[in-house]
């Protein structure tokens, strides 16, 4: 099974500013299947990005991934207000497919 | 618009038994592998099971091998999980997913609580 840790585990930061969100495989994920996701209280998640470095449908252009092998980051390019929430990854190229404990990303 | 809609959660004892059932429209349920993926209270995601377009291919994650069955009926656009021997830890929201490039498409959930 494949590990993913992501880091930090907790973010402050302000409305603006750029995030970064790191997700670090314990062996190579195959062909970048590699998604992030959003999650806001009470929801459930929503895709934000697949095969690593592609925006699924309506994701605005201030999210984007990129990474291979086993380090991959979520950039959020210019923070909005409704950017706050937890994001996980997950890796889907090998089963069983498996999610990072997720991120929390909280306003300074 | 795709729509999956999960039923069948509740308060269940220890050693009991539930069936969720998920209701998909919008799109073509016999073209796409669909999961199960469970979120803890507080605590992050975990995948459950996968299940192929046909049926065919299935697989379980450790903690659920051998108690949980997934199924589908693609005549009526629906995804099921008999879930056996219930444990305390099987407490989540339970979420039916559609695999696309990840899971591009998700329930908004069902609470099971497995509590005496």
């Known amino acids: 099974e494949i590990v993913l840790t992501q880091s930090p585990g907790t973010l402050s930061l302000s409305p603006g500013e750029r995030a970064t969100l790191s997700c670090r495989a314990s062996?190579?994920?195959?062909?970048?299947?590699l998604a992030w996701y959003q999650q806001k209280p009470g929801q459930a998640p929503r895709l934000l990005i697949y095969g690593a470095s592609s925006r699924a449908t309506g994701i605005p252009d201030r999210f984007s991934g990129s990474g291979s092998g086993t380090d991959f980051t979520l950039t959020i390019s210019r923070l909005e207000p409704e950017d706050f929430a937890v994001y996980y990854c997950?890796?889907?190229?090998?089963?069983?497919?498996?999610f990072g404990q997720g991120t929390k990303l909280e306003i300074k | 618009q795709v729509q999956l809609v999960e039923s069948g959660g509740g308060l269940v004892k220890p050693g009991g038994s539930l069936r969720l059932s998920c209701a998909a429209s919008g799109f073509t349920f016999s073209d796409y592998y669909m999961s199960w993926i469970r979120q803890a209270p507080g605590k992050g995601l975990e995948w459950v099971s996968y299940?192929?377009?046909?049926?065919?291919?299935?697989y379980y994650a450790d903690s659920v091998k051998g108690r949980f069955t997934i199924s589908r009926d693609n005549a009526k656009n629906s995804l099921y999980l008999q879930m056996n021997s219930l444990r305390a830890e099987d407490t989540a929201v339970y979420y039916c997913?559609?695999?696309?490039?990840?899971?591009?498409?998700w329930g908004q959930g069902t609470l099971v609580t497995v509590s005496s």
């Open positions: 299940i192929s377009s046909s049926g065919s291919t299935i």
């Open positions: 997950q890796q889907y190229g090998s089963s069983p497919a498996t």
């Open positions: 997913a559609r695999d696309g490039y990840g899971v591009d498409y």
């Open positions: 062996q190579s994920v195959s062909s970048s299947y």
